[in-house]
């Protein structure tokens, strides 16, 4: 089956299905890395692209104990 079939049938796919489906690939990438096979250049170019980004603005973002602190207290609305 080619790839143009298989992206051709997806939509056809039950959600449980695609959910299957995206988790198999999501395996099959983790054992590329695992095996050393590194980015491809699109992703190696936004890589590179974001910490650029990351470097010129030195935001470090927020702690973690803070993120934390905010996810488990409860919303005011």
């Known amino acids: 089956?080619?790839?143009a079939e298989i992206l051709a049938e997806l939509p056809k796919l039950k959600?449980?299905?695609r959910t299957q489906v995206f988790e198999r690939?999501?395996?099959?990438q983790?054992?590329?890395?695992?095996?050393?096979?590194?980015p491809m250049a699109s992703?190696?170019?936004?890589?590179d692209a974001v910490l650029t980004d990351f470097e010129r603005d030195g935001n470090l973002g927020t702690?973690?104990?803070e993120v934390l602190?905010?996810?488990r207290s409860p919303r005011t609305h």
């Open 25 to 28: 690939l999501c395996q099959l």
């Open 15 to 17: 959600a449980e299905e």
């Open 69 to 71: 602190k905010r996810v």
């Open 63 to 65: 702690p973690w104990h």
């Open 43 to 47: 992703e190696k170019k936004l890589l």
């Open 30 to 38: 983790e054992s590329d890395l695992l095996r050393g096979v590194g």
């Open 1 to 3: 089956m080619s790839k």
